[in-house]
């Protein structure tokens, strides 16, 4: 079992930033791959950002490519997501979810991870 936590989430204005963190817990951090994933209200969940267990490939969705990093420091079992540029259609409920045995061109989808945060809002006005 692994427990997630996400924290960071907030209001922010089009053009701001903000940092997401995932805690993890139950298990050892490095051993998991790691996706951040929204869903705005009336959409179905979609993938944002992805990272191996040891950080070294990362894999973005095009909508926010060059404007989100994720990250990972593995011996604060954390992961991250700072997002710059936000834009009002960023506005979302995030959600972290870790990956026990993932094919890297399956990270995109949902359906690959094993266990799911709470989800922290993001709320991004014009």
């Known amino acids: 079992q692994v427990q997630l936590v996400e924290s960071g989430g907030g209001l922010v204005q089009a053009g701001g930033s903000l940092r997401l963190s995932c805690a993890a817990s139950?298990?050892?951090?490095?051993?998991?791959?790691m996706g951040w994933f929204r869903q705005a209200p009336g959409k179905e969940r979609e993938f944002v950002a992805a990272?191996?267990?040891?950080?070294?490939?990362?894999y973005y969705a095009d909508s926010v490519k060059g404007r989100f990093t994720i990250s990972r420091d593995n011996a604060k079992n954390t992961g991250y997501l700072q997002m710059n540029s936000l834009k009002p259609e960023d506005t979302a409920v995030y959600y972290c979810?870790?990956?026990?045995?993932?094919?890297?061109?399956?990270?995109?989808?949902?359906?690959?991870?094993?266990?799911w945060g709470q989800g922290t809002q993001v709320i991004v006005s014009s």
């Open positions: 139950g298990r050892t951090f490095s051993t998991v791959a």
């Open positions: 979810a870790v990956a026990e045995y993932p094919y890297s061109s399956s990270l995109k989808y949902a359906s690959t991870y094993d266990y």
């Open positions: 990272i191996s267990r040891g950080g070294g490939s990362t």
